[in-house]
């Protein structure tokens, strides 16, 4: 086995180099700034003791978590409800549903574009060029802070709105680099800002509690996609390595500029100022009056000797283990090494690679030697950084460090100083008795014999005896210890996040909202809410009576801020009764003419948009193929009966007209998935006839003379791509059925009379008659079903459910279903139109398939599988073999004698 790539990957202290999200470098100047104004006057939710938790700022290094592609989506409410979970999915909230299914609101455009002509509703994130002209303006605001953050709201609603169920963790990335470009530019303001003004320590709070919501959402994205992930693989749920990468993160980025404060390490002897020193004294003749010093400068003589370094050596010391202590709290062990190494320290360098696992890859042989990896006595090492830790002749710093090596936490706690640190000590060697775990059942090295130390094996026992259910509990009971001393709301969440329990989350979100439902900041309440639409788009319940009192109070805030324009979303999230309720309420505050128009036109349109979503998707299980068989369409039931009638919502507006052209495409792609041809062909009857003049007629309308947007464009090019394949469905069943409705020739009887004789001559007469009838509608049919066939196969630039223009909004879970339904329908009907020419005896138009299929023009092939491509030549193959029994080639042309 290869162990050295094994160590790599259940390294407690390596970390894989992030790419950086945004450089965000601040000096120690800043730093201060942003403590003494903060410690004036804290809001609510912000911590009592700190302003920025964390050991000294070295480097500022933004972490991004990897990107890691989701997997088909799975029944994931039974994956990720871990503890004490209400059963999967919510249930409807009547008219207007609920979240749980309203996801791919693919309305940005129409959202931005409506709010543009009436209000100038969203605003749109500043380029960096103007930052600094902003920050300045809104230095000059009563309370900056809030000012410079009010654009948050509209900006976490359009992110909501262009993001799909497919792109559900795109989303919540995109509310942490909101949330990061915010928290940017409240450190330029904090750090222009005079110490001492009290309207600086609100932004001062602000800022923190940004920062906080900034890292919740980056914790959230990596619990979740990871817990999606492993339970496809292997059915565990474990978080903590999890948890652990996350509070390194966090770490990383506060670290700093570390050039600027390691200037006085850029030598290569260590300890120089000692040297220095008994340098001299060897040159002096007398050293009586001397202070005591080392008299060698091996790593080990300070502690062996029990003597001194130089004062300033001995600062330097100090320094430097506190940085390398951060450097290892932030995941960089190999900058820690590096600067170990620049500080002529190699050996404290290599005391950090011993972790690694031991792997020879030429114990097997091999035509060449390759280079040795690991540490061979990887366990006597271990055992050696645990007694270091436990040594009190050892700074507390660099036992700190040798504790996070070996998992001793009981020496890793005293250098912890706020929550982050103190979590990240509990799970960092909760990893570490995993890592040993896994190593001693796996790989455990022959020619180690040591034992680990034994109060090693007793702290740890619980996770090596049973794992997951005691983690389970120690995490617990650690959370409830820690947190009494720190009561910040997202140290709260996170807590919640970590342990997977949403009803325990929600319960302490009643608990918030009745005790200080008016003192709650704005933006905890925008968290909460934009919390509990993830979770429903997750399909996971969330206490239906929680999550209503929040997006109540969240639509209250609003109203009280002004953001009257986003009212109408979150209110279309409420049951029937409430929604109107609210909305209702809302409109008696509105008092001038204009703004009541505006606000009833961008409500109605918002609700039924939204109640046509919720509807739609609601029970949408995968979108699967249908088999190839010309049996009977799939049934339509009830549910999809209901589908099929919520388009009515948007015909009563000719300007939702667009908006109904895309839900009913969306709705017919479904169908046709199914096989349900007569559902989507319900769905088609409903949309207006005249529907894409009105598209037009409105847009011209406007007074531009630009081409549609390509959205619309899209949605338009759709629906006539699926009209004609309706078409050719409902002609070739016309056609099927009258293929099998030809009249019977009449039989006469051996030996008839002459009564019988004449009858069956009248029946012969009367038959030919109709048998010309109907093989002339057969051919009529024949040739009109072969049309409209040839119509979809060589559809027009560039193939059916193909489309034109490039929207920059794309919608990925309609471009996949638009691929889908090109492998499931155009192969069928290739074998369709195949039945029709073979048994109406066509058989050299029948060979002709095999160049239209093979065509580069139309690459019909792409959509074909192997298997049905065999099948599409067996069938060629029975058509030439009666082109032969006709005294023809095999395609089809006169033999030359």
């Known amino acids: 086995m290869d162990r050295s790539g094994f160590g790599e990957m259940l390294s407690p202290v390596i970390r894989e180099p992030e790419v950086t999200r945004t450089a965000r470098k601040q000096s120690a100047q800043k730093r201060l700034l942003i403590r003494s104004s903060h410690d004036e006057n804290l809001a609510n939710s912000t911590p009592r003791n700190q302003m920025i938790p964390r050991t000294p700022s070295l480097f500022r290094q933004p972490f991004t978590p990897p990107n890691r592609s989701l997997p088909k989506h799975p ?39 409506f709010a543009a002509r009436h209000l100038g509703l969203f605003t749109k994130t500043e380029p960096n060029n103007v930052t600094e002209e902003i920050s300045a303006v809104m230095l000059r605001e009563d309370d900056p802070g809030e000012a410079a953050s009010s654009s948050m709201f509209p900006d976490f609603l359009q992110s909501f709105l262009k993001h799909s169920l497919s792109t559900v963790f795109d989303l919540v990335e995109e509310y942490e680099n909101i949330c990061s470009s915010q928290v940017s530019i409240l450190s330029k303001m904090v750090s222009r800002a005079t110490p001492g003004l009290q309207k600086f320590s609100k932004t001062a709070s602000m800022l923190w509690l940004l920062q906080q919501e900034m890292v919740t959402w980056r914790l959230l994205v990596s619990l979740y996609r990871d817990r999606i992930q492993s339970s496809l693989q292997n059915g565990n749920i474990l978080t903590t390595p999890m948890v652990v990468d996350w509070l390194e993160s966090i770490a990383k980025e506060e670290i700093g500029d570390f050039s600027d404060n390691i200037e006085f390490y850029a030598k290569s002897v260590y300890w120089e100022n000692t040297l220095h020193s008994l340098k001299q004294r060897q040159l002096a003749s007398s050293i009586g009056s001397a202070r005591p010093l080392v008299t060698e400068l091996d790593p080990d003589a300070p502690i062996r000797q029990k003597m001194p370094l130089d004062d300033l050596d001995r600062e330097d010391e100090i320094r430097l283990l506190k940085y390398l202590f951060t450097l290892i709290r932030a995941g960089m062990t190999d900058e820690a090494q590096r600067l170990c190494k620049r500080c002529g320290q190699a050996w404290r360098a290599a005391t950090l690679e011993g972790w690694k696992l031991y792997h020879d890859p030429n114990i097997n042989g091999g035509a060449e030697l390759e280079p040795v990896e690991g540490n061979p006595y990887r366990r006597i090492w271990k055992i050696s950084c645990w007694r270091m830790a436990e040594d009190e002749h050892f700074n507390k710093y660099e036992r700190a460090i040798y504790a996070a090596l070996s998992g001793n936490l ?43 130390p034994r109060e090693y094996l007793e702290a740890n026992e619980y996770i090596l005896q049973n794992h997951y259910r005691r983690l389970t509990e120690n995490v617990k009971k650690f959370f409830q210890r820690v947190l009494e001393e720190n009561q910040e709301h997202y140290h709260i969440v996170q807590k919640f996040l970590i342990l997977g329990n949403i009803d325990g989350l929600m319960d302490e979100f009643s608990r918030w909202l009745s005790k200080s439902r008016s003192k709650l900041p704005g933006h905890l309440l925008r968290f909460m809410t934009h919390l509990i639409l993830f979770f429903r788009t997750l399909g996971l319940q969330t206490k239906e009576e929680v999550s209503v009192e929040v997006l109540k109070t969240y639509i209250q805030l609003l109203i009280d801020e002004g953001n009257t324009h986003l009212i109408a979303f979150y209110c279309c999230h409420l049951p029937q009764d409430l929604a109107v309720a609210q909305y209702a309420l809302f409109l008696e505050s509105v008092t001038e003419f204009e ?12 609700i039924t948009k939204t109640v046509v979503e919720n509807i739609r998707k609601k029970n949408n299980g995968e979108f699967s193929p249908h088999d190839l068989s010309p049996d009977q369409d799939s049934d339509t039931t009830q549910e999809d009966r209901v589908k099929i009638d919520v388009i009515d919502w948007l015909l009563f507006d000719p300007a939702q007209r667009s908006e109904a052209l895309k839900q009913g495409n969306a709705i017919m792609r479904k169908f046709l998935a199914l096989k349900k041809h007569e559902a989507a062909k319900e769905v088609f009857v409903k949309i207006p006839r005249d529907s894409i003049a009105e598209i037009y007629n409105l847009w011209e309308e406007r007074g531009t003379h630009n081409s549609l947007p390509a959205e619309i464009d899209n949605a338009v090019r759709e629906h006539l791509c699926i009209r004609a394949y309706l078409e050719a469905h409902e002609t070739f069943t016309e056609w099927f059925n009258h293929m099998n409705a030809a009249p019977q020739k009449p039989t006469l009887m051996s030996q008839p009379s002459f009564t019988e004789q004449v009858a069956y001559e009248h029946k012969e007469k009367k038959y030919e008659m109709d048998y010309d009838i109907w093989k002339g509608h057969l051919d009529a049919l024949t040739a009109d079903v072969k049309e409209k066939m040839y119509n979809v196969l060589l559809f027009v630039d560039g193939g059916w459910m193909v489309d034109v223009r490039e929207d920059p909004e794309e919608d990925h879970e309609r471009t996949h279903q638009m691929v889908l339904l090109r492998k499931l329908c155009l192969p069928r009907l290739c074998f369709l139109l195949h039945t029709i020419l073979h048994t109406t005896g066509q058989y050299q138009e029948c060979l002709q398939l095999a160049d239209m299929v093979s065509s580069e023009r139309h690459k019909l092939y792409l959509v074909f599988s192997k298997q049905e491509l065999k099948k599409l030549l067996q069938k060629l193959r029975e058509s030439s073999l009666m082109l032969l029994d006709q005294g023809l080639d095999p395609l089809g042309y006169e033999i030359q004698s």
């Open 75 to 113: 029944d994931i409410s039974c994956i990720l409800g871990t503890e004490g979970r209400s059963p999967q999915l919510t249930q409807s909230s009547g008219f207007l549903g609920n979240l749980s299914m309203v996801t791919n609101l693919d309305d940005s455009n129409w959202a931005a574009g």
């Open 595 to 606: 703004h009541r128009h505006i606000s009833l036109e961008f409500g109605r349109a918002t």
């Open 410 to 452: 009981k020496q890793l706690l005293p250098v912890c100083d706020t929550w982050e640190d103190t979590v990240w000590a509990y799970f960092r060697v909760m990893v570490d008795s995993l890592v040993e775990q896994e190593i001693r059942l796996s790989v455990m090295p022959q020619n180690e014999t040591e034992e680990l």
